[in-house]
Structure formats: C-alpha cells, structure tokens
C-alpha cells in the first residue's frame, strides 16, 4: 500500500542534543511537509519541499533543519538550537502534477526532551 | 490572505445525536476545503473536500460539510454520532494554485462522544 512513513514513532531526548526524524514516502509525489503540532494550536509548518534538492522554510523552521536528497525521503533534524522541541511532528506530501490542494499525513513522531 | 476559524473548542454529544462542528473561512481567492479526523496519536486522515464542485459535499463515515460562500462557512455535520467518532477534527483551507506550503489549519475541535 502506498503512504508516509514516520519514524521513530516516539523519541526522548536530553537537551542540547540533535535528533532526527525520518519521513519516507512510496506515493510519488513530488511535493513533501514537515508540521509541528501542540495541543490548540493546530498546524504549523516548520519546512516544505517541491522538488528534489529543494526545500523552503515555513513559519517556523527556527532551530530545525531538513534535506531532500530523494524524491521518497524528506528528514527532519530538529537541533539544540530549538527552544521548545516537545511536540508532535507530522510529515505530509501532496501530488505537485494535480495539485488540489489535499494532503497525505503520515502517523507522526512525538519526542519529549528530558 | 487566508485564514480559517473553527468556532468551537471542543465539542460534547450523546451516542446517536446529531453532530456539527462549526468553520468560518477567510480567503482572497476560490479556496479548496478540507476537514481532517486525527485520533490519539495518530497523523490526519481526510474526511472531505470542497474544490468548487457540488457545495454540499459528502465524506467518509457518514460525514458531509456545506459550503456557504455567503456565510463564509463551512461546517461539518453528521446526522447520528458514534463512539468511534471520538477524535480532533481540523478545519483546513487551502489554495489550489499555489501548493500545499499555503495550506492553513484551524485551530481543531475535540469531539467527544458519551454513551
């Protein structure tokens, strides 16, 4: 079956370490998103890529860092330079050739530094 | 701009009853419309989506939303509730022409479902 595979799918971390998650995807798409969630808040977009060896910051990439190197991967490694990293972070993509504006979640990673 | 409003923080009903859990919206252009489910845990899952077709739209588990371009809404409704429908729902609007990196969530309401 095709969709978004999110690892690890829980993570602890101690504070001034660097942590990466990993975001694969067997959808084909073109387009990928990292999103931080906290409780009430809703989404936010911390990073996206339309294309391979591209990516942009979103409207809080502060503290966090990504690389697209494949079209199926799109990690995520959040740095001791995040004030707050306890969260749930969710990866998605979305079809950049018939673009209608959906997107496909994977399960999330939730770390919680100590 | 976008923007998008979801009215109710959380939400409670009984088994059986009907549910509505209410969206305004704010955009500059046609948007596309989405409600997303998330259980505990979980990432989100698609309900439904508004991309300027029929305005009363049809979802999974008998989920539907209107859109209402007068009202700038578009609430979800469901007419019977089940346990299983315990879970956040998301409010999203988004514009077609430009990517997903212009996607906007609501904030979410946590429907709860009593026996």
């Known amino acids: 079956d095709g969709g978004i595979t999110q690892s690890p799918k829980y993570l602890f971390r101690k504070e001034g370490q660097n942590v990466t998650l990993s975001c694969e995807q067997n959808l084909n798409h073109d387009a990928m998103y990292w999103y931080r969630q906290d409780p009430g808040q809703g989404l936010r977009l911390i990073y996206y890529s339309q294309i391979v060896n591209d990516f942009q910051k979103g409207d809080i990439a502060e503290g966090y860092s990504v690389s697209r190197e494949k079209k199926e991967s799109f990690p995520l490694t959040v740095t001791s330079a995040q004030k707050n990293p306890t969260a749930f972070y969710l990866c998605a993509s979305s079809n950049g050739q018939t673009y209608t504006g959906e997107l496909f979640f994977g399960e999330g990673s939730r770390l919680t530094v100590l | 701009a976008q923007s998008v409003t979801q009215l109710d923080s959380h939400v409670s009903v009984s088994e059986g009853t009907p549910v509505l859990l209410r969206c305004n919206y704010s955009?500059?252009?046609?948007?596309?419309l989405f409600w997303y489910v998330q259980h505990p845990n979980k990432g989100l899952q698609l309900l439904l989506k508004?991309?300027?077709?029929?305005?009363l739209v049809k979802g999974i588990n008998g989920f539907e939303a209107e859109f209402k371009k007068s009202e700038t809404s578009f609430h979800l409704t469901k007419p019977s509730a089940h346990m299983s429908d315990a879970a956040e729902y998301f409010c999203?609007?988004?514009?077609?022409?430009?990517?997903?990196?212009?996607?906007?969530f609501g904030a979410g309401t946590r429907l709860f479902v009593k026996a």
């Open positions: 955009s500059s252009y046609s948007p596309s």
């Open positions: 508004y991309t300027s077709a029929a305005t």
């Open positions: 999203v609007v988004s514009d077609p022409n430009t990517g997903g990196f212009k996607t906007i």
